[in-house]
């Protein structure tokens, strides 16, 4: 079950692309489809990334999402210091298709919702050569004051910019 707050803006038209191979109990990340996306990242595996399985290792892909992340925020300006105005609270993740080391990713990002104090974005992951989706994810974000080490409120700035970005309709 989705519990959203009244005070969150989502964006129109993004709509879960559900399977019916799911495991009793276990959510599957609302990603939308690709064509809604208005922001791409390109980047490869490398082979150390692959485990003794032979496969890209699970938290290689954590890895991949926050350096999309960065490059997202980056583009809209919202770095502080190249810094992250905020952490990660939680994730899922869904995982496809095992990866190899040495591949050309895109990875698509968007932001969902902009609360007073979080936002949500979803994510996924795609070999470029073959155009099989490796992993799915949607992410939870908490503004953080370092020097209070609490949780803080999102700059309007910081809302203007991604609610402009994404076409949220955010209100202050």
């Known amino acids: ?9 989502v964006a129109p038209a993004l709509r879960p692309s559900a399977s019916p191979d799911t495991f009793p109990g276990m959510e599957i990340p609302p990603v939308p489809p690709s064509d809604t996306f208005r ?29 999309a992340r960065h490059e997202y925020f980056g583009g809209l300006g919202l ?18 298709s095992p990866g190899r080391g040495g591949a050309k990713l895109e990875i698509e990002l968007a932001t969902t919702s902009l609360g007073s104090s979080s936002f949500q974005q979803v994510s996924r992951i795609r070999e470029v050569e073959s155009g099989t989706v490796l992993v ?6 908490v503004a953080w004051c370092n020097r209070t080490r609490r949780k803080a409120q999102l700059a309007p700035a910081f809302c203007e910019a991604v609610s402009a970005f994404e076409g949220l309709d955010w209100k202050g």
């Open 1 to 9: 079950m989705h519990h959203r707050s009244p005070c969150m803006a």
């Open 39 to 67: 922001f791409r990242a390109r980047r490869r595996t490398r082979w150390v990334d692959e485990d003794n399985q032979q496969v890209v290792n699970n938290a290689v892909f954590m890895t991949l999402l926050e350096e």
């Open 79 to 96: 770095l502080e210091e190249n810094q992250f105005p905020f952490v990660l609270m939680q994730t899922n993740i869904r995982f496809l």
């Open 136 to 141: 799915e994810a949607q992410a939870l974000l």
